[in-house]
């Protein structure tokens, strides 16, 4: 009967198992979107402002028109049709400005898009682009979020001269009881600079119009494809069963294509105005302007607390730099800061405002933690500096503060409910591993021999599993679906759509471990709105702790039709399913998966009320977030001479619940920890006064490289989330999340008896030498 | 990132590319500096001549006191190679010290030389080990000092028509030499880049050549440092007047005052590894 399925009674989740997708992806035999050949495809390249704000006085493109194979120029005249690109946040009182795919009368920033041209060949539609003479009036421009609030700067937006997009105010507790009662106040303007998310590979769209099927098929290099599906379809005004989003191999987003860009329904218009396909791929330059940034914030920090060091209450005036337009998220980001910033805290006291600003940039939006590094950045110094006011050790400040173990479920002061923690067990573990009582000894006699040593901690919490419906912009939960075929193979599919994660590892890990069968019988699909149910993408470390729950639930219900089947084949009323078999637990006797499978497509004969086939499909809504947390300690010296900063140590102890495969988990700390140092000492998207961007490519703009990074020490604790039935929290976004402070912390550490309190990053050699020299500590 | 469209040859000898150079034709090296601007349509050569194909600009000898290098030798060639090590150390390390891995491999000491970028780690180097360049054209060859040659940002003596064809370095015996510099994060240029070669006499410095770059409009040699060496000032003393003179660059990752600063730090450290290596 059937193939036979290879049988397996070891499990998979908890081990280091290789990532299937590795082979095609070091090998060059994935498919990304500049991959995509078609017949007859045409090619896209975009007139972008050179100004960061101007009026457009007219737009002459004959002389691009002329060229031969170019075949269109399209500008905002010609798209008036089209929707606006959607922003997906809404928050009282916002405002929303027009947001045309292409530019009508004003530019608004450096790499708006203005015109688009079309050719027979990339080449031709780029020399074009330069062809399109664009007659700019330049206007007066404000790249500053602060400057931005002051009377008299330049309107990014005509109709609100204030630039002020949006107010927000959270509080929870009396926060002025708090201060009043409180025996220290401690204060800091802290920053959390613009950063660009630079994923490896550029955003890039093809859209292949079929007019005969009345059909769109849009490929773009994104996190969202069904979200993505319904907005264009809406922008272009398809139906949204005409229209196919397929995300092929996504070369990392880090948020950055967990959006809605002009582009991609652009291309959709230009393809069903031109009846051929189109392709257009981003240049890195492009991508630094007109790609989303992250971060953009400037923030006035509070902190109340008894001499024994116990937080009473925390206030937060913050100012998020938003640019020019609300992207899909925009908005919404910096209230994602102000959720958890009482980080892993017990205070209930708790008083933020934000004011959104426009500026003349780019829009800032999700990048690698949205919103909670910049929390945890905040709480994590102020805790410091509260630490040194006193002088309490910073690991001991902390230990007190913590919320305990046996408060959990944790109500905080922002309404959020923290699911389960131990927040000292991975501090006590990194504080043994970096054998901190010796590291501090240590640092004393570094310090009487003239050199520079610092320490720091930081214990991040974080908000993974984006989340219960109610409180997310577009549905929280995620579809996943189990096809066993009739030979016993399995198909999962997840409207997750993993670039980069490895969730086709670990899902298959998870389904053969249910199913007990080998992992390479477990193929799984995602990143294609014909074959994968609605879902809702991978962002926000969503996508084990959401969409792997919806496999997991989707298996069980296959297990039970499995085993009705199973029972009819071997005529028994008790089975058991073990191993890839069903089992008469009388008579020993078994069928496998495979002889199952084919039995219930055969369908000869059915159980009663049952349908043939091994298909399920869940839609599991998750009944909460998930509160990850950790440790990382880091270990620096300054050269006194020059200000620069070597990372000696760097120590990670993560707990995101339970961990499927540790190898996946150590990747995607490494990789988070990267750029969260990336943020502490290399990285700035700076915008000059005029608002031109100044790091507007790779060599300015400084991605740490391997030989910028320490070896990175990782180690993890496991407290099982309660929320769903896998136990896991999340682990994107943590090592992001916890690493900025911990260098920054360091470092003040190592200059803290000069009497330094502070240093917003990036920690330049040059920031660091200047601060050395106020403080009178240079050599 | 697309350049404007070109013509492409890679003939197989020097004396076709000459041919083509003297009509108008930009030699492409490892591609490294060249390939960028193009993409970034800050130069649109009509027509390139590749001179990665052209065995006789590939080699490093020793001939009498000197070695002399071909113009296409890749910074990873020098930077490996025994006799480099042996003969020259100053350039060895130097060579080891540009970009990353990747550009090494490709990257090629004429083509960085002919680019004469402000920041690049060899003309440091060069002017130190007072090297000097073998230029070629259809019309014939000469042999120029490196402090002739470079004469501008982005501006050396080379003629139109002309080509690198091999850069000269003196062996240096007997002397002490280091390279250090402080690479600007994103590119990994020199923010300060360092070239010391001191000669010893007895207990102190008996002469001394530092090459400076990064720090001003060209790299260039820091004489009043070398003769206060020479003259046995302390090296910390000495190096503070390593941008004498010199209208110091300001950027977004180094101020003018920082550099300043650093380069007198870079160059007293410089002098003092180099000073521990003299025999
Ligand atoms: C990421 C990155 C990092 C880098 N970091 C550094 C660094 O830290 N330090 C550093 O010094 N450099 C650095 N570079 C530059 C690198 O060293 C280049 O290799 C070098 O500057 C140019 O050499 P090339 O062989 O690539 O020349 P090309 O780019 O091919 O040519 C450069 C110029 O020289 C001309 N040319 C080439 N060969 C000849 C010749 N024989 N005769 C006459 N003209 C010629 C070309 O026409 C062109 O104008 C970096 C480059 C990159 C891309």
């Known amino acids: 009967m059937g193939t036979t399925t290879a049988i397996r009674t070891k499990t998979y989740v ?42 457009i006085k007219g737009i002459d493109a004959k002389r691009a028109l002329e060229t031969p194979g170019v ?76 400057r931005a609030l002051e009377p008299g700067a330049p309107a990014v937006h005509p109709e609100w001269p204030d630039n002020v997009a949006f107010t927000y105010h959270q509080e929870g507790g009396d926060v002025n009881k708090a201060f009043a009662g409180a025996e220290v106040v401690v204060k800091q303007r802290i920053t959390s600079q613009r950063l660009i998310p630079t994923a490896m590979e550029t955003r890039g769209v093809v859209a292949d119009w079929r007019a005969g099927d009345k059909a769109l098929t849009l490929y773009s290099s994104t996190q969202i494809p069904h979200l993505l599906r319904t907005l264009v379809a809406m922008m272009l005004g398809l139906a949204e069963n005409r229209l196919r989003v397929v995300a092929p191999e996504v070369g990392g987003g880090f948020g950055s294509k967990l959006n809605v860009y002009a582009e991609e329904a652009l291309m959709g218009f230009v393809a069903m105005r031109i009846g051929k396909p189109v392709k257009w791929i981003e240049s890195r330059r492009e ?232 992992i390479d019988d477990v193929v799984v699909v995602h990143g294609d709105t014909a074959i994968v149910s609605y879902g809702i993408g991978t962002f926000g470390s969503r996508a084990t702790a959401v969409g792997g729950t919806a496999v997991y639930f989707a298996l069980q219900e296959l297990k039970k039709k499995i085993g009705t089947f199973g029972a009819m084949l071997l005529d028994s009323g008790d089975v058991s399913y073990r191993a890839g078999r069903c089992i008469c637990n009388k008579t020993g006797k078994s069928v496998s998966l495979s002889e199952i499978a084919a039995a219930s497509y055969r369908a000869m004969k059915l159980p009663p009320n049952t349908e043939p086939g091994l298909v399920s499909t869940c839609f599991w809504e998750p009944p909460n977030f998930t509160f990850p947390f950790g440790a990382h300690i880091a270990v620096t010296e300054i050269d006194r001479e020059t200000g620069a900063v070597s990372v000696k140590r760097y120590v990670a102890v993560d707990d995101c619940g339970k961990i499927i495969n540790p190898l996946l988990v150590d990747g995607q700390v490494h990789g988070g920890v990267v750029q969260g140092l990336g943020q502490a000492l290399f990285e700035q998207a700076v915008y000059d006064e005029t608002g031109q961007l100044v790091t507007g490519e790779l060599m300015d703009y400084a991605v740490p490289k391997a030989t910028m990074v320490p070896w990175i020490e990782s180690s993890h604790t496991e407290t099982p989330s309660p929320v769903n039935p896998l136990g896991v929290k999340g682990v994107g976004e943590a090592g992001t999340i916890g690493a900025s402070p911990a260098i920054v912390n360091s470092v003040v550490d190592a200059l803290s008896h000069l009497g330094v309190q502070h240093l917003d990053m990036p920690l330049t050699p040059e920031r660091v030498w200047r601060t050395l020299q106020q403080h009178g500590g240079q050599a | 990132m697309i350049p404007q469209s070109f013509d492409y040859s890679a003939p197989a000898t020097l004396k076709e590319a000459l041919a083509q150079v003297s009509s108008g034709a930009k030699p492409l090296a490892g591609g490294m500096s060249l390939v960028p601007i193009m993409k ?90 007072g090297a000097s360049l073998k230029l070629v054209s259809t019309g014939g060859e ?97 190096a503070l007047h390593i941008t004498g003179g010199i209208d110091v660059n300001s950027d977004l990752h180094a101020s003018a005052e920082y550099r300043r600063h650093l380069a007198s730090v870079y160059a007293a450290r410089a002098i003092e590894l180099a000073w521990s290596r003299t025999e």
Not at chain 1, 28 to 34: M, R
Not at chain 2, 92 to 102: C, K, L, P, S, Y
Request: net charge negative; proline share 6%.
């Open chain 1, 287 to 518: 991508n630094f302007a007109a790609t989303i940034h992250g971060r953009g914030h400037v923030d006035y920090f509070e902190l109340a607390a008894n001499k024994d060091g116990t937080i009473l209450g925390l206030k937060l005036k913050l100012i998020q730099d938003l640019g020019a337009y609300h992207q899909l998220l925009t908005p919404a980001i910096p209230t994602l800061s102000v959720l958890m910033i009482p980080g892993v805290y017990r205070f209930q006291n708790v008083f933020c405002d934000i004011v959104g600003v426009f500026t003349n940039c780019v829009p800032t939006d999700a990048y690698r933690g949205a919103g909670r590094p910049e929390a945890t950045h905040g709480i994590e110094r102020m805790v410091d500096i509260l630490a040194d006011e006193l002088k309490i050790d910073a690991a001991e400040i902390r230990r007190k503060n913590f919320v305990r173990p046996d408060e959990f479920p944790f109500a905080t002061a922002t309404g959020l409910s923290y699911d389960s923690g131990n927040y000292a067990a991975p501090l006590d573990k990194a504080l043994e591993i970096v054998d901190y009582n010796r590291l501090l000894e240590e640092q004393q006699q570094a310090r009487k021999e003239g050199r520079l040593v610092g320490v720091g901690i930081s214990t991040y919490g974080e908000i993974c599993a984006f989340g219960p419906s109610p409180a997310t912009p577009a549905g929280g939960w995620e579809s996943g679906s189990v096809n066993i075929d009739p030979t016993g193979k399995v198909t999962v599919a997840t409207g997750a759509s993993p670039h980069g994660q490895g969730e086709e590892t670990t899902f298959a890990q998870i389904a053969a471990d249910e199913l007990g069968i080998d």
């Open chain 2, 40 to 129: 970034l349509r800050l130069a649109a050569p009509e027509q390139l001549v590749d001179l990665g194909r052209i065995p006789e600009l590939n080699y490093i000898r020793k001939e009498g006191s000197e070695l002399r290098i071909g113009a296409m030798t890749t910074h990873y060639q020098i930077e490996s190679s025994p006799l480099v090590r042996a003969d020259c150390a100053l350039l060895g390390e130097t060579a080891g010290r540009i970009g990353d891995v990747q550009v090494r491999n490709v990257g090629t000491i004429g083509g960085s030389v002919a680019h004469a970028d402000p920041a690049a780690d060899y003309p440091a180097a060069l002017l130190a080990l």
């Open chain 1, 71 to 146: 075949v269109a120029v399209f500008t905002g005249a010609d798209v008036k049709e089209v929707g606006p690109v959607p922003c997906g946040a809404s928050l009282p009182g916002l405002r929303v400005p027009q947001h045309s795919i292409l530019a009508r009368d004003r530019v608004y920033f450096v790499g708006h898009p203005v015109a688009v041209v079309v050719a027979t060949d990339r080449y031709v539609a780029r020399d074009a682009v330069d062809l399109v003479e664009v007659d700019y009036e330049p206007l007066p421009a404000v790249a500053d979020p602060e």
């Open chain 2, 142 to 238: 000469r042999v120029l000092a490196a402090a002739q040659f470079f004469l501008d940002t982005f501006t050396t003596a080379l003629d139109p028509g002309e080509l690198i064809a091999e850069v000269r370095v003196p062996v240096s015996s007997g002397a002490g030499t280091a390279y250090v510099k402080l690479a600007q994060p994103a590119s990994g240029f020199a923010l300060v880049g360092i070239a010391a070669r001191l000669v010893r006499a007895g207990n102190r410095i008996g002469s001394a050549a530092i090459g400076v770059t990064g720090v001003g409009p060209k790299a260039y040699r820091a004489s009043e440092v070398e003769r206060l060496l020479a003259a046995g000032k302390p090296t910390r003393e000495a």
């Open chain 1, 14 to 55: 908890g081990e280091r198992i290789r990532r299937k997708e590795d082979p095609r992806l070091i090998t060059g035999t994935a498919t990304y979107v500049d991959d995509i050949q078609m017949p007859g495809m045409h090619h896209a390249s975009i007139v972008r402002s050179p100004h960061a704000a101007a009026r």
